[in-house]
C-alpha cells in the first residue's frame, strides 16, 4: 500500500534514501545511512526486527550517526548517546511576509563550501558536513564580502522536501535574512509541488514562532536520537 507523504515524515531519513535521495544510500535492505562527508544520518526498516545488526561494514569504529523519529531494537555494539526532542513542521500555505531589509539571494556553488561549512558550524555545529551541499539546492546572503545567512534543501523523499541549514551569523541577526531565505525555499518547493517541512529543537521558541509566523504547523514531536556504534562489541 502507498503511504501518503505526510506519513513518510514518521520515518524521514529511511524514505529519504529509498526514493530521492537513493543514490547516497550505504547498507543493508534494512538499514541505510548517508556517506559520513555527506550527512551524519542514518535510517531502518521498521518491518526489519534486527535492522542495525548487519551495518559494521558501513561504520567506523565509535563512529556516532543520528536516527531521526522511533528507535529500532539496539544491538550491544549500539549505545544511545544523547537525545534531542525536537518539533516536526509543515507548510502546506506557506504566508508571504514583508521583508524588513531586502538583501540579494544567490545559489550557492561548490566554491562556496568552504565558507557554508565555516558559518553553519559556527551557530549550528554537528549536522552539516563538508559535501551536504550536494543534497539540494543552497541559497545564500552575501554582505561586507561575507557569506552571513543561508539556507538550503536536506532530505529529499517522495512528496515532501526538507528546509535545513538556517542560519544567519551573530553580527548580522535582526535584519530578516532569515526570513527572507526561508520564503524563498518555501515558494521554490511549494510551485514544484513539494511540500516543505523542517526540523527545530522544541526548546527553540523563536525559531519556532518565525516558522509558525511563515505559516509552519506542528506535525509531531520527533526525536533525533544520537547512537554509536562500538566495533569492539561485534553485531
Not at 23 to 48: E, I, N, Q, S, W
Not at 104 to 120: G, H, K, N, T, W
Request: charged fraction near 15%; charge should be negative; include cysteine.
Amino acid at each position: 500500500m502507498t503511504q501518503h507523504p505526510l506519513q513518510l515524515l514518521d520515518n524521514p531519513v529511511w524514505h529519504a534514501l529509498q526514493t530521492t535521495h537513493q543514490h547516497f544510500a550505504l547498507g543493508t535492505p534494512a538499514c541505510k545511512r548517508y556517506p559520513a562527508t555527506v550527512l551524519p544520518f542514518m535510517g531502518y526498516d521498521p518491518a526489519a526486527p534486527q535492522a542495525l545488526n548487519d551495518m559494521a561494514p558501513w561504520m567506523q569504529p565509535d563512529e556516532k550517526v543520528f536516527i531521526v523519529g522511533d528507535l529500532p531494537p539496539m544491538p550491544a555494539s549500539w549505545e544511545v548517546t544523547n537525545q534531542l526532542a525536537c518539533l516536526q513542521m509543515v507548510c502546506e500555505h506557506p504566508i508571504s511576509r514583508p521583508v524588513k531589509h531586502p538583501a540579494d539571494m544567490v545559489l550557492l556553488s561548490e566554491a562556496d563550501r568552504p565558507e557554508m561549512y565555516a558559518l553553519i558550524n559556527l551557530v549550528q555545529p554537528g549536522y552539516f558536513k563538508t559535501d551536504t551541499p550536494s543534497l539540494g539546492d543552497y541559497y545564500g546572503i552575501r554582505q561586507d564580502g561575507k557569506l552571513v545567512a543561508m539556507a538550503g534543501q536536506r532530505l529529499r523523499l517522495t512528496g515532501c522536501g526538507e528546509i535545513s541549514a538556517v542560519c544567519t551569523h551573530p553580527d548580522y541577526t535582526g535584519k530578516g535574512l532569515a526570513q527572507q531565505l526561508l520564503q524563498h525555499l518555501c515558494y521554490q518547493l511549494s510551485a514544484q509541488g513539494i511540500l516543505p517541512f523542517l526540523h527545530v529543537l522544541a526548546s527553540n521558541t523563536r525559531a519556532v514562532g518565525l516558522y509558525e509566523w511563515l505559516g509552519f504547523v506542528t506535525r509531531r514531536d520527533i526525536f533525533f536520537t544520537h547512537v554509536q556504534y562500538h566495533a569492539s562489541t561485534g553485531g
